[in-house]
């Protein structure tokens, strides 16, 4: 499966961003979909994950309540809505893949890893 993310950008502190992640090549729903970050000196960070049906989400504790993983089948996207943004979760976000297994944070465990969309949070 390829990935394609979209929709990084330049927000202030509080604001939302919406990213979204395009899949092609296989059945998408088939996949459990997850979103990883990594900022300049730090190590890649679980985000968020969500099941191939998309009525089971996994989030990293600090951001909880802010951000919310989904995904649309039909158009084969995942995405992710991000509110109340903090200078903190600046950072270059990727989508990945895993299609066998449950619920992993590890980045090991997604085979498929789409290309990083910029996100920058200014206080």
């Known amino acids: 499966v390829q990935l394609q993310a979209s929709g990084g950008g330049l927000v202030q502190a509080g604001g939302s961003l919406r990213l979204s992640c395009a899949a092609s090549g296989r059945t998408f729903s088939n996949y459990r979909m997850g979103w990883f970050r990594q900022a300049p000196g730090k190590e890649r960070e679980f985000v968020a994950s969500i099941n191939w049906i998309g009525d089971r989400t996994d989030y990293v504790d600090s951001v909880k309540g802010r951000f919310t993983i989904s995904r649309d089948n039909p158009k084969n996207t995942v995405y992710l809505q991000m509110n109340s943004l903090r200078p903190e979760d600046t950072a270059v976000y990727c989508c990945?893949?895993?299609?066998?297994?449950?619920?992993?944070?590890?980045?090991?465990?997604?085979?498929?890893w789409g290309q990083g969309t910029q996100v920058t949070v200014s206080s």
């Open positions: 990945a893949a895993r299609l066998t297994g449950g619920y992993s944070r590890r980045s090991d465990d997604f085979p498929y």
